[in-house]
């Protein structure tokens, strides 16, 4: 059973970076059929995508539009997790934050219990 | 990115009702169509991929069907713990998987 758990902070400074990382049990940060990603949810925006990254021989990483430029995540494979970084946030930021993984389907099968994620100083 | 538009934003059944949501697609999606379910402090649950593949589990009065742009999850017979938020999400713009706003169910 694949799990994925969720830590860092909860609140953050405006202008700040946002952290998260989200720890793999039961699969592979390196694994060939599936890509891993984070995904907030807010409600002036809903359920968006952020980013995510996958590795097929070699690492490939995708980010949304609404926030290219200020994010980057990264796959630790010593550690079996990845890891999402948001610069200079703003309270617009502010968001309940999910990883996710995509497997057959494809659909976002697996996700982790949710970051809520405050910006404010 | 390609927009999913759900109706109704919100709706109230009585328990044993059939329910339909519906979801419209601004392409051609093919059946690249899930259905999630979200319940109050949890993560969405995937129901339904491919627009009418149930996932393992899911009860049988949950249905998914059509394809191209326009798609619908009947929930038939419905249960108290049916009482969620229902959102679709095109899986065919990889990897920029985008969501509808979802309908918010609430069991009478």
């Known amino acids: 059973q694949v799990q994925l758990q969720q830590s860092g902070p909860g609140l953050v400074k405006p202008s700040q970076t946002l952290s998260l990382t989200c720890a793999i049990s039961?699969?592979?940060?390196?694994?060939?059929?599936?890509?891993w990603n984070w995904i907030r949810q807010s409600p002036s925006r809903g359920l968006e995508w952020l980013g995510g990254?996958?590795?097929?021989?070699?690492?490939?990483?995708n980010y949304a539009s609404s926030v290219n430029g200020r994010i980057t995540i990264n796959a630790d494979t010593s550690k079996n997790q990845f890891s999402l970084q948001l610069d200079s946030v703003t309270p617009e930021d502010t968001a309940m934050y999910y990883c996710?993984?995509?497997?057959?389907?494809?659909?976002?099968?697996?996700w982790g219990q949710g970051s809520l994620v405050t910006v404010s100083s | 990115d390609i927009q999913m538009t759900q109706s109704p934003s919100s709706l109230s059944a009585s328990v044993g009702d059939r329910v339909t949501i519906t979801c419209r697609a601004s392409?051609?999606?093919?059946?690249?169509l899930n259905w999630y379910q979200q319940k109050p402090g949890e993560a969405p649950k995937v129901l339904i991929s491919?627009?009418?593949s149930l996932q393992n589990g899911v009860p049988s009065r949950f249905t998914g069907s059509g394809s191209g742009t326009d798609f619908t999850l009947t929930i038939t017979s419905l249960q108290p713990e049916d009482s969620a938020t229902y959102y679709c999400?095109?899986?065919?713009?990889?990897?920029?998987?985008?969501f509808g706003q979802g309908t918010k169910l609430q069991i009478k």
């Open positions: 996710a993984r995509t497997g057959w389907g494809p659909t976002y099968d697996y």
């Open positions: 039961g699969d592979s940060v390196s694994s060939n059929s599936a890509a």
């Open positions: 990254t996958y590795y097929r021989s070699t690492w490939y990483r």
């Open positions: 392409e051609s999606i093919s059946t690249y």
């Open positions: 491919a627009a009418s």
């Open positions: 999400q095109q899986s065919y713009s990889s990897p920029r998987f985008t």
